[in-house]
């Protein structure tokens, strides 16, 4: 009984723990399907990996140009010769010229060419790689910078406008696109009839001549320009290149390369703007000599008209232009046109002085004339320089006046005729004169009609043979 009961007990435990240990072995044993996706998975992961070579790529250049390996902070043969410099400009455009900050703004390619043996790389191709920004703050480059320059920024749309390119043997080819603003000292003693000779200077600012050689890579071929530089005020004449030597007293020597540029000023402009305007000025005061002497209004009014139209002209001449201290050339053809309108009122003016003095001599003779003749005065004088007739007949008035004129004469001639030749000539050349200036004194017009566009035209004449 008793082993019977025991029998009984252990056939219940083992029919108890029978399904977990088959499903342990179902566990332990993969199912085949399954066991060949899991592989099938991995085997595509690996793929994608090896596909995905961006992952790896900032490791695979690093490790070509060894730049873990070497200190970048140093130039290429430290210690030794110094290292050679070329550099290559492609000048894009001039983009203005400012005569007022006296300065400059140019857009351009700068490129840099030299050898470093630390970047050079096995290649059976023998093919260059290209990079962009982001590898110029892990090597060397050169710390080229601009002398008397105010602003200059690298462009950066839509990223940087750099490009590096290194060939197996270790030659960098390093290419910036960069806008600069620099002085230019400009002389203006001939403006608007100038040529500026405009310079940008390159140098380097860490590096002397014993670390560093600056040079223009393909001599004077290695300035190039846009065909289709134009400025709206000036012809480009000239572009070049040149080298020198710096010194300061503190670092030494350096190497310096210039660009530089010659520009013509276009005169037609100011020709329009300027000088016609003057011209016409200065003409317009003349038409005064051909209006009758008693209209004071009209006279007066246009010679200050011209006046002050000349005023204006000089303002906005010297608004657009630097407060230099010497004369330009446009200065004096202004001040000269405002002299001779100037000159007019001033003539205007001793016209109407040698009539009012006439007019005066006139009303005292005719007033004592009229005594005599029991005449009254028939004249009264305005003070604005023009005489009235009034309700008296001037007809008696005039018949006396020139009665006693042509007994005055007779007596003269008389008295001249008693006198020696020479006396005579002296008397009669200067009563001729005094009674000209006096008593016809409309021939100051008429010498000014012929006196000043003569003497004006002369002076043209020697302004624009000195000048062009």
Same mark, same amino acid.
């Given at each position: 009984?008793?082993?019977?009961?025991?029998?009984?007990?252990?056939?219940?435990?083992?029919?108890?723990?029978?399904?977990?240990?088959?499903?342990?072995?179902?566990?332990?044993?993969?199912?085949?399907?399954?066991?060949?996706?899991?592989?099938?998975?991995?085997?595509?992961?690996?793929?994608?990996?090896?596909?995905?070579?961006?992952?790896?790529?900032?490791?695979?250049?690093?490790?070509?140009?060894?730049?873990?390996?070497?200190?970048?902070?140093?130039?290429?043969?430290?210690?030794?010769?110094?290292?050679?410099?070329?550099?290559?400009?492609?000048?894009?455009?001039?983009?203005?010229?400012?005569?007022?900050?006296?300065?400059?703004?140019?857009?351009?390619?700068?490129?840099?060419?030299?050898?470093?043996?630390?970047?050079?790389?096995?290649?059976?191709?023998?093919?260059?790689?290209?990079?962009?920004?982001?590898?110029?703050?892990?090597?060397?480059?050169?710390?080229?910078?601009?002398?008397?320059?105010?602003?200059?920024?690298?462009?950066?749309?839509?990223?940087?406008?750099?490009?590096?390119?290194?060939?197996?043997?270790?030659?960098?080819?390093?290419?910036?696109?960069?806008?600069?603003?620099?002085?230019?000292?400009?002389?203006?003693?001939?403006?608007?009839?100038?040529?500026?000779?405009?310079?940008?200077?390159?140098?380097?600012?860490?590096?002397?001549?014993?670390?560093?050689?600056?040079?223009?890579?393909?001599?004077?071929?290695?300035?190039?320009?846009?065909?289709?530089?134009?400025?709206?005020?000036?012809?480009?004449?000239?572009?070049?290149? =040149? %080298?020198? +030597?710096? *010194?300061? $007293?503190?670092?030494?020597?350096?190497?310096?390369?210039?660009?530089?540029? !010659?520009?013509? /000023?276009?005169?037609?402009?100011?020709?329009?703007?300027?000088?016609?305007?003057?011209?016409?000025?200065?003409?317009?005061?003349?038409?005064?000599?051909?209006?009758?002497?008693?209209?004071?209004?009209?006279?007066?009014?246009?010679?200050?008209?011209?006046?002050?139209?000349?005023?204006?002209?000089?303002?906005?001449?010297?608004?657009?232009?630097?407060?230099?201290?010497?004369?330009?050339?446009?200065?004096?053809?202004?001040?000269? =046109? %405002?002299? +001779?309108? *100037?000159? $007019?009122?001033?003539?205007?003016?001793?016209?109407?002085?040698?009539?009012? !003095?006439?007019? /005066?001599?006139?009303?005292?003779?005719?007033?004592?004339?009229?005594?005599?003749?029991?005449?009254?005065?028939?004249?009264?004088?305005?003070?604005?320089?023009?005489?009235?007739?009034?309700?008296?007949?001037?007809?008696?008035?005039?018949?006396?006046?020139?009665?006693?004129?042509?007994?005055?004469?007779?007596?003269?001639?008389?008295?001249?005729?008693?006198?020696?030749?020479?006396?005579?000539?002296?008397?009669?050349?200067?009563?001729?004169?005094?009674?000209?200036?006096?008593?016809?004194?409309?021939?100051?017009?008429?010498?000014?009609?012929?006196?000043?566009?003569?003497?004006?035209?002369?002076?043209?004449?020697?302004?624009?043979?000195?000048?062009?």
């Amino acid at each position: 009984m008793i082993l019977a009961s025991q029998l009984v007990f252990f056939t219940c435990i083992w029919i108890t723990l029978m399904p977990n240990a088959s499903a342990v072995a179902e566990i332990k044993t993969p199912h085949p399907r399954c066991s060949s996706s899991m592989e099938q998975t991995r085997k595509q992961e690996t793929r994608m990996r090896k596909e995905d070579s961006s992952k790896v790529w900032p490791l695979k250049y690093k490790q070509i140009l060894h730049i873990e390996d070497h200190d970048f902070a140093m130039r290429p043969g430290f210690g030794g010769s110094p290292v050679p410099v070329g550099i290559d400009v492609q000048v894009e455009s001039i983009d203005s010229i400012s005569e007022v900050d006296m300065d400059f703004t140019m857009t351009f390619y700068l490129r840099h060419y030299w050898k470093d043996e630390r970047l050079a790389f096995p290649s059976k191709t023998n093919k260059s790689m290209t990079f962009d920004h982001r590898l110029i703050k892990k090597i060397w480059v050169p710390d080229i910078f601009f002398v008397h320059s105010k602003r200059s920024f690298i462009h950066d749309t839509t990223v940087e406008n750099i490009m590096l390119r290194v060939h197996p043997d270790g030659s960098v080819l390093f290419s910036v696109r960069i806008t600069v603003s620099a002085m230019c000292f400009m002389d203006f003693s001939r403006f608007p009839l100038d040529t500026q000779n405009c310079s940008l200077e390159l140098e380097s600012y860490a590096y002397n001549e014993e670390d560093l050689m600056l040079y223009w890579k393909h001599g004077n071929k290695s300035l190039n320009t846009d065909e289709h530089i134009s400025l709206s005020q000036f012809f480009i004449e000239e572009f070049s290149a =040149s %080298s020198g +030597f710096a *010194f300061y $007293s503190s670092t030494g020597w350096y190497n310096r390369l210039f660009i530089n540029f !010659v520009l013509r /000023r276009h005169i037609f402009f100011f020709v329009l703007q300027t000088y016609f305007p003057a011209m016409l000025m200065v003409m317009l005061s003349w038409v005064s000599f051909w209006i009758d002497r008693r209209a004071v209004p009209a006279r007066v009014s246009l010679g200050i008209t011209t006046v002050l139209t000349m005023s204006t002209i000089l303002s906005g001449v010297s608004a657009s232009m630097p407060q230099v201290s010497y004369i330009k050339a446009v200065d004096v053809y202004l001040w000269v =046109s %405002s002299l +001779f309108v *100037f000159l $007019s009122v001033i003539e205007y003016a001793a016209v109407n002085y040698l009539t009012t !003095v006439e007019e /005066r001599k006139r009303f005292k003779k005719t007033r004592k004339i009229s005594r005599m003749y029991s005449i009254e005065a028939t004249q009264a004088m305005a003070f604005d320089g023009c005489y009235h007739d009034y309700k008296t007949d001037m007809d008696q008035t005039s018949f006396s006046l020139h009665s006693e004129e042509d007994a005055l004469q007779g007596r003269c001639i008389g008295n001249l005729s008693a006198d020696s030749p020479r006396i005579q000539r002296r008397k009669s050349l200067g009563g001729q004169v005094g009674r000209i200036i006096l008593e016809n004194n409309h021939v100051i017009d008429t010498y000014s009609r012929i006196l000043f566009p003569t003497v004006y035209i002369t002076f043209n004449l020697f302004y624009w043979s000195i000048y062009v």
